[in-house]
Protein backbone atom coordinates (compact mmCIF):
# COMPACT_ATOMS: atom_id res chain seq x y z
CA UNK A 1 0.00 0.00 0.00
CA UNK A 2 0.89 3.58 -0.79
CA UNK A 3 -0.25 6.29 0.79
CA UNK A 4 -1.89 9.38 -1.88
CA UNK A 5 0.77 12.04 -0.18
CA UNK A 6 3.60 9.63 -0.56
CA UNK A 7 3.25 8.92 -3.76
CA UNK A 8 2.63 12.93 -5.21
CA UNK A 9 5.71 13.26 -3.26
CA UNK A 10 7.39 10.37 -4.58
CA UNK A 11 6.50 10.63 -8.49
CA UNK A 12 7.65 14.68 -8.34
CA UNK A 13 4.49 16.12 -8.18
CA UNK A 14 5.08 18.03 -4.91
CA UNK A 15 8.39 18.78 -3.53
CA UNK A 16 7.05 17.71 -0.11
CA UNK A 17 5.23 15.50 1.18
CA UNK A 18 3.88 18.01 3.92
CA UNK A 19 2.83 19.72 0.69
CA UNK A 20 0.90 16.87 -0.86
CA UNK A 21 -0.92 16.47 2.80
CA UNK A 22 -2.01 20.33 2.81
CA UNK A 23 -2.99 19.90 -1.00
CA UNK A 24 -5.25 17.06 0.21
CA UNK A 25 -6.80 18.68 3.06
CA UNK A 26 -7.39 22.08 1.51
CA UNK A 27 -9.53 19.82 -1.19
CA UNK A 28 -6.68 20.27 -4.42
CA UNK A 29 -6.37 16.65 -4.27
CA UNK A 30 -9.19 14.16 -5.61
CA UNK A 31 -9.69 10.58 -7.25
CA UNK A 32 -11.80 9.83 -9.72
CA UNK A 33 -13.53 13.49 -9.18
CA UNK A 34 -14.01 13.09 -5.01
CA UNK A 35 -11.40 14.91 -2.75
CA UNK A 36 -9.21 12.22 -1.12
CA UNK A 37 -7.32 12.70 2.09
CA UNK A 38 -3.42 12.20 2.21
CA UNK A 39 -3.74 8.88 4.17
CA UNK A 40 -6.15 7.27 1.12
CA UNK A 41 -4.48 4.18 -0.54
CA UNK A 42 -3.12 4.51 -4.06
CA UNK A 43 -4.04 2.14 -7.27
CA UNK A 44 -2.50 1.68 -10.26
CA UNK A 45 -4.66 2.94 -12.47
CA UNK A 46 -6.58 5.60 -10.49
CA UNK A 47 -7.16 9.09 -12.11
CA UNK A 48 -5.95 11.50 -9.86
CA UNK A 49 -6.83 15.55 -9.78
CA UNK A 50 -4.53 17.62 -8.70
CA UNK A 51 -4.53 21.86 -8.64
CA UNK A 52 -1.07 22.66 -8.15
CA UNK A 53 1.76 25.11 -9.28
CA UNK A 54 -0.61 27.38 -10.78
CA UNK A 55 -1.94 24.24 -13.11
CA UNK A 56 -4.82 21.69 -12.36
CA UNK A 57 -3.95 18.27 -13.60
CA UNK A 58 -4.94 15.10 -14.77
CA UNK A 59 -2.84 12.23 -14.53
CA UNK A 60 -2.93 8.62 -14.27
CA UNK A 61 -1.04 6.07 -11.77
CA UNK A 62 0.97 3.66 -13.42
CA UNK A 63 2.91 2.39 -10.88
CA UNK A 64 3.66 3.11 -7.16
CA UNK A 65 7.19 4.07 -6.47
CA UNK A 66 8.49 3.43 -2.97
CA UNK A 67 10.75 6.58 -2.90
CA UNK A 68 11.92 9.39 -5.20
CA UNK A 69 12.53 8.56 -8.74
CA UNK A 70 14.49 10.85 -10.62
CA UNK A 71 12.60 13.70 -13.12
CA UNK A 72 13.61 11.56 -16.31
CA UNK A 73 11.82 8.45 -14.65
CA UNK A 74 8.52 10.06 -13.76
CA UNK A 75 6.86 9.01 -17.16
CA UNK A 76 6.87 5.63 -15.78
CA UNK A 77 4.90 6.29 -13.07
CA UNK A 78 2.79 8.92 -13.69
CA UNK A 79 1.02 9.65 -17.93
CA UNK A 80 -0.26 13.51 -17.67
CA UNK A 81 -3.70 13.44 -18.95
CA UNK A 82 -5.11 17.11 -19.15
CA UNK A 83 -3.34 20.18 -18.02
CA UNK A 84 -4.81 23.25 -18.02
CA UNK A 85 -3.57 26.71 -16.12
CA UNK A 86 -5.84 27.77 -13.24
CA UNK A 87 -7.33 31.40 -13.27
CA UNK A 88 -4.93 34.18 -12.01
CA UNK A 89 -7.10 35.82 -8.36
CA UNK A 90 -7.17 39.45 -9.14
CA UNK A 91 -7.80 41.40 -6.38
CA UNK A 92 -8.80 45.25 -6.62
CA UNK A 93 -8.68 47.96 -4.02
CA UNK A 94 -11.57 49.57 -6.47
CA UNK A 95 -13.92 47.31 -5.16
CA UNK A 96 -17.16 49.07 -2.86
CA UNK A 97 -17.43 47.81 0.49
Do not use: W
Amino acid sequence: MVRLDAFLKNAGLFKSRSRARRACDEGRVGIGGTPARGSRAVRVGEILEVEAGGHRLEVEVLDLPQRPVARSQRSHYVRELRREALPAEVLSFDDEP
